[in-house]
T-cell receptor, first 112, second 112 residues
Framework: GNSVTQMEGPVTLSEEAFLTINCTYT??????LFWYVQYPGEGLQLLLK?????DKGSNKGFEATYRKETTSFHLEKGSVQVSDSAVYFC???????????FGKGTTLSVSS | ETGVTQTPRHLVMGMTNKKSLKCEQH?????MYWYKQSAKKPLELMFV???????ENNSVPSRFSPECPNSSHLFLHLHTLQPEDSALYLC???????????FGPGTRLTVT
């Protein structure tokens, strides 16, 4: 079935550093791919998505490109802020299409 | 109210109590989900409802009983829980199964 693997955390960065969180997937066909973010004490929020190969999703300075050659959807941001400290989840639809499958989450901590 | 709301936000209950968690979505979606989020564990999909029919039940113990009376409301009835059931319970909705999901803020459940 479909699955997603994302890098283990925590990731600790200084403000204005470059961020990459790796995500690779296994899937039948080319499903949509998603990044979600969870701030402390809150539910998950959709951060960005890409619906087909070579698409780039972007939001709030974050970007991720759907790369079918490497089956990857890495999350990047050029200059992180303290307010970006959160847990980030990569996700894709299950093979049956009934729900989304989430990665284990990567905790990002940004210090000033 | 907008988006997905959950009540209560915090709940403490004894192992012999019966309580219910409520989720309401104001997005006109047709699918709703319950997830369990425990510390140090991946997000666990518990139940999926589509058009008020349960379409997925991931080996969840019978002490958790879902109810979906209409497409806007989802309940999780709890009885004789165990301490290991303490977790953040997240509700989500989507336009249809497998589409991007929108989450509520969660109910933090503590079983004493």
């Amino acid at each position: 079935g479909n699955s997603v693997t994302q890098m283990e955390g925590p990731v600790t960065l200084s403000e204005e550093a470059f961020l990459t969180i790796n995500c690779t997937y296994t899937a039948t066909g080319y499903p949509s791919l998603f990044w979600y973010v969870q701030y402390p004490g809150e539910g998950l929020q959709l951060l960005l998505k890409a619906t087909k190969a070579d698409d780039k999703g972007s939001n709030k300075g974050f970007e991720a490109t759907y790369r079918k050659e490497t089956t990857s959807f890495h999350l990047e941001k050029g200059s992180v802020q303290v307010s970006d400290s959160a847990v980030y989840f990569c996700a894709l639809p299950s093979q049956a299409g009934t729900a989304l499958i989430f990665g284990k989450g990567t905790t990002l901590s940004v210090s000033s | 109210e907008t988006g997905v709301t959950q009540t209560p936000r915090h709940l403490v209950m004894g192992m012999t109590n019966k309580k219910s968690l409520k989720c309401e979505q104001h997005l006109g979606h047709n699918a709703m989900y319950w997830y369990k989020q425990s510390a140090k564990k991946p997000l666990e999909l518990m139940f999926v409802y589509s058009l008020e029919e349960r379409v997925e039940n991931n080996s969840v113990p019978s002490r958790f009983s879902p109810e979906c009376p209409n497409s806007s409301h989802l309940f999780l009835h709890l009885h004789t829980l165990q301490p290991e059931d303490s977790a953040l319970y997240l509700c989500a909705s989507s336009q249809s199964q497998g589409f991007e999901q929108y989450f509520g803020p969660g109910t933090r459940l503590t079983v004493t």
